[in-house]
């Protein structure tokens, strides 16, 4: 019950805290990038994750290679959806880094897909540059929007080994401690 009540504490003030900062970052979007997240995304992050299944989904790296929800089917996983001009994302992905320093070892896998991004970007140049050891996955537009309806960035789900998703949250904090309690329990389901 504890377990529940931090999972829906995380995942609402998260969503709320973040309601301005979604909107500065919303508003540096071009309008045709807004636009078409709008009319794709229709829920939540809090009501897909009352979904509690993952949806399947699959994507190319920035090489070409297929990597799909398949490829992570029984291993507790972190979804970190981003785009390379998303400060917040910058801001958050060191602390996703270390969660997955940590307990990679102990099966956690930690995956970005790159969404919203202009021509030429190079999401997976960036995260090198950046000193991430997690892969990012490219042009995730529509599996971010259709499939987990995602309404900006960034947002993370933590998904256990069941495929169940257990938060959702838009939370840019690389060091809020709710962060690694919610992976300890990922690595005990």
């Given amino acids: 019950m504890l377990f529940m009540s931090l999972v829906l504490l995380l995942t609402l003030s998260t ?3 973040r309601a301005t900062e979604t909107a500065r970052v919303t508003e540096t979007a071009r309008p045709t990038e807004t636009a078409r997240a709008s009319k794709t995304a229709q829920k939540s992050p809090v009501q897909q994750a009352a979904l509690k299944m993952a949806p399947s989904w699959s994507l190319l790296d920035a090489e070409g290679n297929l990597v799909s ?7 507790p996983l972190i979804i970190h959806f981003w785009a390379t001009w998303c400060p917040y994302c910058k801001k958050l992905q060191p602390g996703l880094d270390r969660l997955f320093e940590k307990y990679q070892d102990q099966g956690l896998q930690v995956i970005a897909i790159s969404l919203l991004e202009e ?15 997690f892969k990012t996955l ?3 537009d529509s599996v971010a929007m259709e499939k987990f309806f995602v309404r900006g960035t960034p947002t993370t789900f933590f998904i256990n080994a069941k495929g169940q998703v257990v938060v959702a949250t838009r939370l840019s904090d690389p060091n809020d401690p709710r962060l690694e309690q919610v992976v300890k329990s ?3 389901n």
Avoid: C, I
């Avoid at 021509?119 to 050891?133: D, H, I, V, Y």
């Fill in 15 to 17: 969503l709320t805290a």
């Fill in 69 to 75: 929800s398949k490829d992570f089917a029984g291993k």
């Fill in 119 to 133: 021509e030429g970007a190079k999401p997976q140049e960036l995260l090198t540059a950046r000193g991430m050891s």
């Fill in 138 to 140: 490219v042009d995730g």
């Fill in 186 to 188: 990922l690595m005990v």
